[in-house]
C-alpha cells in the first residue's frame, strides 16, 4: 500500500497531497456495495447477487465505517479490524432489537446502510481535508535571493 502522504518536486515549490488512495478505493467499494443492495432491496430482487452483496455488507461495511473514524492518525488493519468491528456491531445491534421487541431486519439494515456510508464520507472528509502543515512552501529559486 502506499504512504499516507506522497510529494512531488516543482522547482522552488513542494507540493503534497494528503489522504490514501487505499483508503479510498476501500470507501468507494462499500459505497457501492451498500448503493447496489440498498437497490436491490427496495425493488424486491432475490438471487445470488443480493445474498453475496449482503455477506460482504454485514463482514465489512460498518466495521470499515468505524474503524476509518476511530484511527485517523494511524494506519489500521484494512482486513482483520474492519470485520471484527462489523460482525460485532451487526450482532449487538440484532441482540438489541430482538430484546427490545422491534426487530425488523429491512429496517434494520436501512439504519445500518445510512449510519454506515455517513460515517464512511466523515472519514473521507476528514482524511482529505488540507491541514496547516501541508500548504506548500514557496521558496525563492533564484541564487543569491533572500528566502
Same mark, same amino acid.
Given at each position: 500500500?502506499?504512504?499516507?502522504?506522497?510529494?512531488?518536486?516543482?522547482?522552488?515549490?513542494?507540493?503534497?497531497?494528503?489522504?490514501?488512495?487505499?483508503?479510498?478505493? =476501500?470507501?468507494?467499494?462499500?459505497?457501492?456495495?451498500?448503493?447496489?443492495?440498498?437497490?436491490?432491496?427496495?425493488?424486491?430482487?432475490?438471487?445470488?447477487?443480493?445474498?453475496?452483496?449482503?455477506?460482504?455488507?454485514?463482514?465489512?461495511?460498518?466495521?470499515?465505517?468505524?474503524?476509518?473514524?476511530?484511527?485517523?492518525?494511524?494506519?489500521?488493519?484494512?482486513?482483520?479490524?474492519?470485520?471484527?468491528?462489523?460482525?460485532?456491531?451487526?450482532?449487538?445491534?440484532?441482540?438489541?432489537?430482538?430484546?427490545?421487541?422491534?426487530?425488523?431486519?429491512?429496517?434494520?439494515?436501512?439504519?445500518?446502510?445510512?449510519?454506515? =456510508?455517513?460515517? =464512511?464520507?466523515?472519514?473521507?472528509?476528514?482524511?482529505?481535508?488540507?491541514?496547516?502543515?501541508?500548504?506548500?512552501?514557496?521558496?525563492?529559486?533564484?541564487?543569491?535571493?533572500?528566502?
Amino acid at each position: 500500500m502506499p504512504d499516507v502522504e506522497a510529494s512531488f518536486f516543482i522547482p522552488g515549490v513542494v507540493v503534497r497531497h494528503s489522504g490514501d488512495r487505499g483508503a479510498r478505493m =476501500i470507501d468507494a467499494a462499500c459505497a457501492v456495495v451498500t448503493g447496489v443492495l440498498l437497490s436491490l432491496t427496495v425493488v424486491g430482487w432475490v438471487g445470488l447477487a443480493r445474498v453475496l452483496l449482503t455477506l460482504a455488507f454485514a463482514v465489512y461495511v460498518p466495521g470499515w465505517a468505524v474503524v476509518a473514524n476511530c484511527t485517523p492518525k494511524m494506519r489500521a488493519s484494512r482486513t482483520a479490524l474492519p470485520v471484527l468491528v462489523s460482525v460485532t456491531l451487526l450482532t449487538v445491534m440484532a441482540t438489541v432489537t430482538l430484546w427490545l421487541h422491534v426487530w425488523h431486519p429491512l429496517q434494520l439494515f436501512d439504519v445500518e446502510a445510512g449510519a454506515s =456510508i455517513a460515517l =464512511i464520507s466523515v472519514a473521507a472528509i476528514r482524511r482529505e481535508r488540507p491541514r496547516p502543515h501541508d500548504e506548500p512552501r514557496l521558496l525563492n529559486a533564484t541564487p543569491g535571493g533572500d528566502g
